[in-house]
């Protein structure tokens, strides 16, 4: 079994910075990619940033210059830093990842519990 746990998030005034953290812990053999989402009330969740082992990080265009996605692979962790944090980033913030548990085996998708990101004066 595969668990993502995400933390960091919080309340933050318009321009401030937040750093996310989710660790993948569980039966892992192989970490394809890892990713973050986010759903604000009443929207359809949305990728945020995503990162492929092996390829360059990929970005929503409405925080390209503001987010940066990070991965630690040997502790099975990947950041987001948040900067510049604008009122229309407010949403739960969630960590995805496609991980194989077995040699030969498919990846399957993980979802983290979520983690609230407010920004407002």
């Known amino acids: 079994q595969v668990q993502l746990v995400e933390s960091g998030g919080g309340l933050v005034q318009p321009g401030g910075s937040l750093r996310l953290s989710c660790a993948a812990s569980?039966?892992?053999?192989?970490?394809?990619?890892m990713a973050w989402y986010r759903q604000a009330p009443g929207k359809q969740r949305e990728l945020v940033a995503d990162m492929s082992s092996g390829s360059r990080p990929n970005y929503a265009d409405s925080v390209k210059g503001r987010f940066t996605i990070s991965r630690d692979n040997p502790e099975n962790t990947v950041y987001l830093q948040m900067n510049s944090l604008k009122p229309e980033d407010t949403a739960v913030y969630y960590c995805?990842?496609?991980?194989?548990?077995?040699?030969?085996?498919?990846?399957?998708?993980?979802w983290g519990q979520g983690t609230q990101v407010t920004v407002s004066s």
């Open positions: 569980g039966s892992i053999f192989r970490i394809y990619a």
């Open positions: 995805h990842a496609a991980i194989s548990e077995r040699q030969w085996s498919s990846p399957s998708v993980y």
